[in-house]
């Protein structure tokens, strides 16, 4: 029947892979070229350009074809040579991962075990570095996606340039949903992927060196051969290319998505974000649903459920029956957690759609609350936003 839609619409509000603009899309979908050409070495120039104001930095941002654990996993053997030590904030599953690493690759990692939903205070980590004088490194999450938790990354300066350590963060949901600021908070290293807030599907990571990690890098002598940063930075920066082959259409979805980013300029981006985040923590509030984290991160909410409500039933029924993605909790916060991520291709008025479908799974699932509760908390949050930040499109917020 003409006109009639071809499937039902889907909504992606996981925290990550985020949905993707179509200007985007429409730029991935060009004619494949070649990557050892000026043409895509005039792209990846311009990608690399435009992602180091999102990182706060002036120097050098290597792209990696992976995903941003790769891009941990590339910190680490860069940094530090088996058997060497390093502090790490375990705060959820991505703080554990930096765990994994270390010991996957022989080095004694020393543990910041923080309650989930808890941010790691500066003392802690303090703490760990007086008991472990001999540790190289702190590696730690700027947001802490399993969590929905933000640590005080900027806050941990003159603990490690006292003691000596490089800062490692990982920025996955946090490099262009709030201010990142590498250079000014004395982050040593800092990473993201490509599938959060850069509004590109997955495959591609960036990361970012400070001087004295670049030196660290060049003198470390241990076997890295895909992930050898300092071989990627020569092809990137001298060849206008990557070291092995390129995903040549992410890096064009990449330098497009940049481009409307920056187009809509970084202050109307991290506004939007914050201003989501606030509508979609004000919709749980109303619901007498109760925030996970203590300090919440503006890319993603965790919500907790009541006692006796199913978190993957209540995920299930927003995917299979209302076409609304989002995610459940992790480990201890399977089945407890619901988490709606608002990073990337999203506006506040993105929030009325999760939160409605919110209520409609918790509905069927038996919760009692006040009908549309949620939703109106969500519009009494951003009335009044005449000229509200808007998606990050063509021609908006310009």
Known sequence: MPGQMTGP???LFTPGPVAVPPEVLLEMARPVIHHRTSEFGAVIDRARQGLKPLFGTKGEVVLLSASGTGAMEAAVVNLLAPGEHAVFVNGGKFGERWGKILAAHGMVGHEIKVEWGQPVRPEQVEQALSGAPEARAVFLQASETSTCTLHPVEELRAITERSG?????????????????????GVDVLLTGSQKALMVPPGLAAISL??????????????????DLARELKAQRDEHSMAYTAPVSLVLGLAKALELIHGEGLERVFA???LTADATRAAATALGLKLLSQRPAPGVTGLLLPAGVDGGKVVRYMRDELNVGVQGGQD?????LVRIGHMGYVTPLDALVAISALEQALAAMGVSFAPGAGVAAVQQRIAGQA?????AVSGQGR
């Open 9 to 11: 619409k889907k909504y």
């Open 165 to 185: 350590t490089l800062l490692v963060v990982d920025g996955v949901t946090s490099v262009g949903v709030f201010e990142q600021r590498m250079d000014d908070w």
């Open 210 to 227: 400070s001087e004295r990690a670049w030196e660290r890098a060049r003198g470390l002598k241990t076997p890295r051969y895909y992930f």
């Open 272 to 274: 939007r974000h914050a």
């Open 332 to 336: 201890q916060m399977k089945g407890r």
């Open 387 to 391: 000229g509200a930040p808007r998606r």
